[in-house]
């Protein structure tokens, strides 16, 4: 069995002030938005979507982020600790950030940049949704960084079972990294492809719903599960709760989707 290295979540020390790798996971995954958002710019030019508009959605979407997802962390998943505990609220850089909590901060973000830009919400979102996967991935592997988020027990005969030794010494699937994969690399490979001709306006919006919540279905089977506002429950947990209407969400804008004669 593999045992999981215990990183110092603290990247660099440069004096007083301390650089999470957890943090630098997230600048990395805006990063590779701009860079990924310029190779869409360049090679989609029916996108209607310019270098400057890039870095101008950037900005809102790190708010959308960040704010978002701390608030669904707090209000999903553990509103009691966070009621007695209403400082840490503020304490991004320790963990804790939902997904779900985020995608409807950046909705919020992609809602108003739209109105500000005078463009459709699904012509943004859909040239939106592609870049994002990449970002997920970057924020799972810091979770597997921070030791957080750890798997369910696993047989000890698998292969890449692995011990978090800050939880306890069973073997565990390193469920991290299986979420990075799943949402993260081969989603971003599925909407690259899929957007990489002219579709219907929405659906490359609907396929990340689809994509996104299947996916993410799937990881929480290895992935111990949270509490959340429903209790814990081994069968469905609540990121399984929250990953359901976006499956169902997607499914209809798919359909939707496919009789609007606009292409983006």
């Known amino acids: ?144 960084i921070n030791g957080e988020l750890w798997g369910r027990v696993a047989p000890a005969d698998l292969p890449w079972a692995m011990i978090f030794p800050r939880v306890d010494m069973l073997p565990r699937h390193p469920s991290q990294l299986y979420q990075a994969l799943l949402e993260g690399l081969a989603l971003f490979v599925i909407l690259w492809l899929f957007s990489a001709r002219r579709r219907p306006v929405g659906q490359v919006s609907a396929v990340f719903l689809i994509g996104y919540g299947s996916f993410r279905f799937i990881a929480e089977y290895f992935r111990t599960p949270d509490a959340g506002i429903f209790g814990q429950s081994d069968v469905i947990s609540m990121g399984q709760w929250l990953s359901l209407p976006m499956i169902v969400a997607g499914i209809a804008l798919y359909r939707w989707a496919a009789r609007q004669p606009q292409t983006v």
């Open 1 to 144: 069995m593999l045992i999981h290295p215990q990183f110092d979540p603290v990247a660099i020390h440069l004096g007083p002030l301390a650089v999470h790798w957890y943090g630098l996971m997230y600048l990395l995954g805006f990063g590779l938005f701009l860079w990924l958002g310029n190779l869409r710019v360049k090679s989609q030019p029916w996108s209607g979507w310019s270098a400057k508009d890039l870095d101008d959605f950037l900005t809102w979407a790190v708010l959308g982020v960040v704010v978002g997802g701390r608030l669904g962390e707090v209000l999903f998943y553990q509103p009691g600790y966070y009621l007695q505990h209403p400082a840490e609220i503020l304490m991004v850089w320790k963990g804790g950030m939902s997904f779900h909590g985020g995608f409807i901060g950046v909705l919020v973000a992609m809602a108003l940049f739209a109105r500000k830009q005078g463009s459709r919400f699904w012509q943004v979102a859909d040239f939106v949704a592609p870049l994002v996967p990449t970002g997920l991935a970057a924020g799972r592997i810091g979770n597997f």
